[in-house]
């Protein structure tokens, strides 16, 4: 029982991370259909500008943790909006596919571009102060943990805050239903889906540090399979969905903790495939997905 | 009882809360022209899809010449005889017009994926006698001048035209037309009346039209029923239609 | 190639046979060049059957280029040793044709497990769910101990040769034209264009997909295993989703549905990254560069020039 409590807790903050990924890829999708194959990268990148910023704050401490924070997430916020601006933007009325290799070419430059001057992994500082508290029963529970779920927790609610009670957030909601009607109505696409990028982008930074607080070695490729994972969480909670991208992510967190711990942990990798597999046949639409069906 | 070619009995389909279409009966004989009206809304569409296999009925059952189709996908009643045109029309836009023709050939073919590798003579025989099909066919419809152009450049009445050409490509029986007229000028009209009524004569089948202009319905149908919220209101000559007060409401409202 | 199919098909053969006696007279690297070139050939006119001309977008080409490697792998490295021991000459070419085929049949079969339930699936679930696909093998591969684990297979006889590669490249353009170039095989094409209205005209789609898929993965097989042959070892990681991307990217860049250009894409893209190995730093950079301007500027394809005609004509 302890022991399956701990892992519900281990797993929640590996979802938790999961899920701040699975945002991006979600709003992303909700108002272009397409799968943004850089923002992998731009969470990598998150990572790489928190270990660039905690060399101006002290580390270990509230105040340095949530500036580096506050400043990568800045910075990959207009990362994004500039991969936006210059490699998708053009491409808006072209084929989904051409956009989809366009993105993977972002992708892959963000990686390569790294992997010049860094051939080694990096080791990530300690941002914030770390403590393990020993709950009764024998739980641990790490500080660690209790950032990456606050946070995460904090962010998802600060997000549908956004999308559902501020202008722009209707916005958002107004381009996703349908682009040429919202142009109609005079909102501007552009800075809609630019706000959009930056956002995800922002989000994924913070999951960038929040993963390399977890496991400190970073290296231009981290983003890859927590990228592919969290494409899946979003897809699994039903694409373009807010909330099921969170529970998505958390459920993918969990599940792959719990085969960690099993004797099966070396199939870990393929849960997340398997699972979606699974979605895909039985619900196609994902967990909150609303199914819609071709008029003829 | 045999002389019905298309039978639906006791259709309903419901969805979710909603009844589109309740308790059908409709019957067409062979080579005979019917067309299907009624308001925006009143379930024409639905029984179209219906018949078509899009949807299956939640009751009732739909036959075609003895066998029920009810539960087959739409490739397999198109197998039976069944051909349709879209309201919105969905040609192949990026294979040529000869080709958007001769992809419905397709049903008919003996030869598969092996002969196409083998591509004895067998093979080349049934390629040759395929092309002169296609080739009178879309002489028979002044298409053949447009052979090599892909089908998304033709004019629209063209496109039209190509879309019943590829139907009749099946060897239907039956033709099923989703609004032909929608978007057409008088001129053009006149000319599609001209051409369902051709298309009818010359391949002996029977048409199924469904369709919102009166004048069309009218000018053309041998029989006509009306449906208004899933239900058939009245059903007979276009004279009996005309003047059905039942119909008169359904459209004019009181 | 329309016209005269199978003269073009014994002509092109006897080529191959002819060039492959060149084979010991070419400088090792430059012929090492040419087999990759050959086997990209395979994979990249194969997966346009599937992205091209049936417009479905598998992400997950190298998974079974990943089950051919290994079936034929292990046939000749732990099967031929017992069924036929001592096998010098002929014997070991027939031994692997043998492997190619055995590799080639089951990447086939996944094709089916594999199509058959993703096959509802459209646009870019299914490439999500390919590629999925793809990684679930890679664990599994990872997972066997007799297949070597996480560190692969090494050892392997180093059979693949000109003539096998020109053989098997001949080969799968020739099965990809001659099925598109079919009336049964519009269907493909119909299927591309309106999934609705080809089921409306007789079209069983899901039929053709599975068809696509399986032709396609059975041609993967078979690339994968002329390439475990040809570099002798064979891992996981070899076949990781970045290959898919690589088979993928050739694919457009030739010109969906368009078997010329996807063939000199595949050649240019494979002389790519040798002709940058002067800057090997930076190649890979200049890849992904390269690959996102064309696609901003031609995103067409690279050799797409006809635009208001079919791309395939009629006969």
């Known amino acids: 029982m302890i022991e399956f409590l701990q892992q519900i807790i281990n797993g929640v903050g590996l979802g938790a991370i999961y899920a701040l990924i699975a945002l991006g890829y979600t709003m992303v999708y909700g108002v272009l259909r397409f799968i943004n194959f850089a923002h992998s990268d731009v969470f990598m990148v998150g990572a790489f500008s928190g270990y660039l910023f905690s060399r101006f704050f002290q580390i270990e401490s509230i105040f340095g943790g949530v500036m580096v924070m506050i400043l990568s997430m800045g910075l990959c916020a207009l990362l994004g909006m500039t991969i936006e601006r210059l490699a998708y933007r053009p491409l808006r009325n072209s084929s989904k596919l051409n956009v989809l290799i366009t993105a993977i070419g972002v992708s892959l430059f963000l990686e390569y571009s790294f992997q010049i001057k860094l051939t080694k992994p990096l080791l990530f500082p300690a941002l914030f102060p770390v403590k393990s508290f020993l709950l009764p029963g024998g739980i641990i529970l790490s500080s660690t943990q209790i950032l990456v779920i606050g946070m995460t927790l904090f962010l998802i609610v600060l997000l549908q805050y956004i999308v559902l009670y501020t202008k722009i957030g209707t916005a958002m909601r107004a381009v996703s239903f349908n682009p040429t009607a919202a142009s109609l109505v005079g909102i501007n696409n552009d800075v809609v889906i630019s706000f959009t990028f930056g956002l995800g982008s922002a989000l994924a930074a913070a999951g960038g540090i929040l993963y390399a607080l977890n496991y400190p070695s970073i290296e231009p490729l981290m983003g890859v399979l927590p990228g592919l994972k969290a494409f899946v969480a979003a897809v699994v909670g039903g694409i373009g969905n807010i909330p099921g991208a969170a529970l998505g992510g958390l459920l993918l967190g969990v599940i792959e903790t719990f085969v960690n711990g099993s004797p099966y942990s070396t199939y870990t990798d393929a849960i997340a495939f398997i699972l979606l597999i699974f979605i895909l046949i039985f619900r196609p639409a994902g967990l909150l997905g609303k199914v819609t069906v071709e008029k003829v | 009882m045999n002389c019905h070619l298309l039978k639906l009995d006791a259709c309903t389909i ?188 010359k391949f002996q089948i029977s048409v199924l039209l469904v369709e919102h202009d009166m004048q069309v319905v009218m000018g053309i149908c041998q029989r006509i029923a009306v449906l208004d919220y899933g239900i058939k209101i009245a059903e007979g000559s276009p004279d009996q239609i005309r003047s059905d007060p039942k119909v008169i409401e359904a459209y004019l409202g009181e | 190639m329309q016209h005269r199919p199978k003269t073009f098909l014994i002509g092109a053969l006897a080529c191959a046979l002819g060039t492959s006696f060149l084979a010991p007279y070419l400088n090792p690297y430059y012929l090492d060049v040419i087999l990759t070139v050959g086997i990209n050939i395979v994979l990249a006119v194969s997966l346009n059957l599937v992205n091209g001309y049936t417009g479905q977008f598998s992400l997950g080409h190298a998974g079974f280029m990943a089950i051919g490697a290994y079936a034929s792998a292990a046939f000749t490295l732990f099967a031929a040793p017992a069924i036929f021991p001592n096998a010098n000459g002929w014997v070991t070419q027939a031994v692997f044709f043998l492997a190619l085929l055995l590799g080639g049949g089951i990447a086939a079969a996944a094709g089916i497990v594999v199509g058959a339930p993703s096959l509802r699936l459209k646009g870019d679930y299914l490439a999500i769910v390919t590629l999925g696909f793809g990684e679930i093998i890679r664990v599994l591969l990872r997972n066997v101990d007799s297949l070597g684990g996480a560190l692969g297979l090494n050892g392997i006889p180093f059979y693949t040769n000109l003539f096998w590669v020109a053989v098997w490249a001949i080969l799968t353009i020739y099965v990809v034209l001659a099925l598109v170039h079919s009336t049964f095989g519009r269907g493909f094409l119909a299927v591309r264009d309106d999934e609705v209205a080809a089921e409306a005209m007789g079209i069983n789609t899901t039929r053709y997909k599975i068809i696509a898929f399986v032709v396609s993965a059975f041609f993967a097989g078979i690339a994968g295993g002329l390439y475990g042959h040809l570099k002798s070892s064979i891992d996981p990681k070899g076949f990781d989703f970045m290959r898919s991307i690589e088979i993928v990217v050739m694919v457009i860049l030739g010109g969906m549905a368009n078997t010329r250009g996807v063939i000199l894409a595949a050649i240019l893209l494979t002389l790519l990254p040798e002709v940058l190995r002067p800057v090997a730093e930076y190649r890979m950079v200049i890849y992904s560069l390269l690959l996102i301007i064309l696609m901003l500027t031609r995103p067409q394809g690279l050799f797409s020039f006809r635009s208001n005609r079919p791309s395939v004509r009629t006969p």
Do not use: C
Request: no cysteine; aromatic share 10%.
């Open chain 2, 14 to 201: 419901r969805f979710g809360g909603l009844t589109a279409v309740s308790n059908l009966d409709f019957q067409i004989k062979a080579n005979e022209l019917v067309g299907l009206i009624g308001p925006n809304g009143a379930g024409k569409t639905t029984v179209f899809n219906l018949i078509t296999g899009v949807y299956q009925p939640t009751e009732g059952r739909i036959e075609f010449d003895g066998h029920s189709i009810s539960r087959l996908e739409p490739y397999q009643i198109t197998s039976h005889g069944i051909a349709r045109t879209f309201q919105n029309i969905r040609l192949f836009p990026s294979l040529s017009v000869f080709d958007n023709v001769r992809v419905a050939f397709h049903l008919h073919l003996l030869s598969g994926v092996s002969h196409a590798w083998w591509r004895g003579k067998a093979f080349a025989q049934e390629e040759k006698e395929v092309s002169d099909q296609v080739m009178e066919l879309l002489r028979i419809f002044q298409l053949e001048n447009h052979r090599d152009l892909f089908a998304k450049n033709l004019p629209y009445g063209d496109q039209r035209r190509l879309e019943i050409v590829r139907a009749l490509a099946t060897r239907p029986r039956m033709l099923l037309l989703d609004e032909p007229a929608a978007g057409m000028n008088a001129t053009e009209k006149l000319q599609l009346m001209n051409l369902i009524q051709f298309v009818k004569d």
